[in-house]
């Protein structure tokens, strides 16, 4: 079967550091992808990393180890408006992205 | 990065009538697009896969006869809702798959059905 899990909600300080995890199961895999969704609008493409390690752009790193099925995305110097869901998406073999439930992460001062 | 667009952006109708949502890739070009429905405070859920020139292909448990797919040029897909019910209100998202360079799909801004 196919699956894909992450925390429902997290919650972190203005300035700090939040690691948001993800496992997944599915047949085939190309590789990892994550999106930030603000309420009310569409995905926006964050990360997609297809071998293992680390990727670092800017404020957001995100790692992989397919061994493992999992991967996490790293936000640093956090800010008010990165509060939003973050989805963690396998990319399988048949081309279909198949999305976790995503993560609300809420921002506080 | 790859544009995609939507149109309308929200739509409300009335029970029994049908809804046309477009899904344009602006500035390049999508032999596949993706069909998502969003409820609310809930993930992604990929509805169909739209093939430029050849019929789509549908998940599990999604009408292929009440949700109607047509990709009839490269950089346009569409979706009507038929008939649409109380129950199909919800947010559609499309994406269009980008070769160009990451094997990426990118969204077009969504569109908000509500049927009354």
């Known amino acids: ?109 | 990065g790859a544009v995609v667009s939507q149109h309308p952006s929200r739509v409300i109708c009335k029970s029994g009538t049908s809804v046309k949502i477009e899904c344009r890739s602006l500035d390049f070009q999508a032999t596949t697009m993706f069909w998502y429905r969003q409820f609310p405070k809930k993930s992604l859920m990929l509805m169909a896969t739209s093939n430029e020139g050849s019929k789509a292909t549908y998940e599990q448990g999604v009408e292929k006869d009440k949700f109607l797919i047509n990709h009839a040029s490269l950089t346009l897909s569409t979706l009507t809702v038929t008939s649409a019910h109380p129950e199909d209100s919800s947010f559609y998202i499309c994406s269009a798959r980008d070769l160009g360079g990451v094997d990426t799909q990118y969204f077009g801004p969504g569109t908000r059905l509500t049927v009354l």
Request: glycine share 10%; charged share 15%; aromatic share 12%.
């Open chain 1, 1 to 109: 079967g196919q699956n894909i899990d992450q925390p429902t909600e997290m919650t972190a300080t203005e300035g700090a550091i939040v690691q948001i995890n993800c496992t997944y199961q599915t047949s085939g895999f190309n590789g990892l992808f994550w999106y930030q969704q603000h309420a009310g609008e569409a995905p926006t493409f964050l990360s997609y990393n297809v071998l293992d390690g680390l990727e670092e752009k800017g404020r957001f790193s995100s790692f992989l180890s397919r061994s493992k099925g999992y991967s996490y995305l790293l936000l640093k110097e956090l800010q008010m408006k990165d509060s939003a869901s973050y989805l963690c998406a396998a990319h399988s073999s048949a081309s279909k992205i198949i999305f976790g439930s995503g993560t609300r992460l809420s921002i506080r001062p």
